[in-house]
């Protein structure tokens, strides 16, 4: 049975329209007529649904009963991005593309060479929350990604993750991210630290080793930093079998 997405809440006795896209493609195709079952999703659960109406360029559903929840995290396999602040436009685009490949958390931080400063940050969390939700509706994201509040790198405590990576071309040390993750569980929990475009400073490199990052390189090319942890949590998604 197809299934149609509704971006709204929903219950039993509902009564609602789908998708103008999704109309387009029922009454184009003829796929359905009145009274016909057929199952809709919101971000919370799955419905089962009857058509009571097919206008010219809209269907009609009434909401009969939920099937089942939407699938919850995997709280076993949890990607935490770190990133350091940059200019609006490219952590705009950062936060859409993590909903997307379904990063779980977010800390930014202000390190030394970061383009945006923690206090300017601040001011931005309640509008990188708005994005995060349209992305998530756009995207059909059941998980909600979770944005702390911007810090400072000094501030960085208590990471509990299993596997911490820090992505970094400045270590001498540095292994392959294939290398470090060769040995690793696909369905376990990991941290990401991303840095600014200059790269980070030895002083913010010190914070990492006291907080017992590996030190990792993404290939032989250089990543832009909206990017960088974008590749990485898709590897991780592929390894774990999500896509």
């Known amino acids: 049975m197809k299934n149609y997405f509704i971006p709204h809440k929903l219950k039993p006795g509902d009564v609602t329209n789908l998708s103008d896209e999704d109309s387009e493609l029922i009454i184009g195709n003829k796929l359905h007529t009145l009274e016909d079952p057929i199952e ?134 540095e292994k392959s991210f294939k290398d470090i993750l060769h040995k690793k569980e696909p369905h376990t929990t990991y941290t990401i630290a991303v840095g600014p475009e200059k790269g980070w400073s030895s002083s913010d490199l010190k914070v990492f080793e006291k907080l017992d990052f590996e030190f990792s390189k993404m290939g032989n090319n250089i990543l832009r930093t909206e990017t960088a942890g974008i590749v990485a949590a898709s590897i991780l998604n592929f390894r774990a079998g999500l896509y």
């Open 40 to 173: 809709v999703s919101n971000l919370e659960g799955v419905f089962l649904a009857i058509i009571t109406n097919i206008e010219t360029a809209s269907v009609e559903v009434e909401i009969v009963k939920k099937l089942r929840d939407v699938k919850e995290i995997d709280n076993n396999y949890h990607i935490t991005l770190i990133q350091s602040t940059m200019h609006d436009q490219k952590f705009d685009f950062l936060l859409e593309k993590a909903v997307e490949v379904g990063i779980h958390k977010i800390i930014p931080i202000e390190s030394k060479y970061s383009t945006q400063s923690r206090n300017k940050a601040i001011k931005r969390h309640g509008m990188w929350n708005k994005k995060i939700k349209e992305a998530q509706e756009q995207s059909r994201n059941p998980n909600i990604l979770d944005l702390e509040k911007p810090i400072k790198i000094k501030d960085l405590k208590n990471i509990k993750s299993k596997n911490k990576i820090c992505l970094s071309t400045e270590v001498i040390t």
